[in-house]
């Protein structure tokens, strides 16, 4: 059983950065593939990035690929995502996500990942 809590979200202008953290609650994160999605007003749940459980590979949408950045640091159970150059229409509710094992072939969908956070708000004004 997973319990994951997300923070770091806000107001934020066109072009600056946020970084926003998923803390997760089990013992066992280190065995966890993790990602990021996000839900804009009215629309379906959006892939941001993942991060895998072997060899911390990640995966990118290319709407964020170079300027998002997934880490994850298994000591201290955390999940991060490191957003620059931040435009309006990443402006969503993000949440982190978490599913056992490995998913290297299906990690950009919502049904493989069994555990979501609360979300937290991103907005970027212009």
């Known amino acids: 059983q997973v319990q994951l809590v997300e923070s770091g979200g806000g107001l934020v202008q066109a072009g600056g950065s946020l970084r926003l953290s998923c803390t997760a609650s089990?013992?066992?994160?280190?065995?966890?593939?993790m990602a990021w999605f996000r839900q804009a007003p009215g629309k379906e749940h959006e892939f941001v990035a993942a991060i895998s459980w072997i060899g911390s590979v990640t995966g990118y949408a290319d709407s964020v690929q170079g300027r998002f950045t997934i880490s994850r640091d298994n000591t201290k159970n955390t999940l991060s995502l490191q957003m620059n150059s931040l435009k309006p229409e990443d402006t969503a509710v993000y949440y982190c996500?978490?599913?056992?094992?490995?998913?290297?072939?299906?990690?950009?969908?919502?049904?493989?990942?069994?555990?979501w956070g609360q979300g937290t708000q991103v907005t970027v004004s212009s």
């Open positions: 089990a013992r066992t994160f280190s065995t966890y593939s």
């Open positions: 996500a978490a599913a056992y094992g490995l998913h290297y072939t299906d990690y950009d969908r919502t049904a493989t990942y069994d555990y």
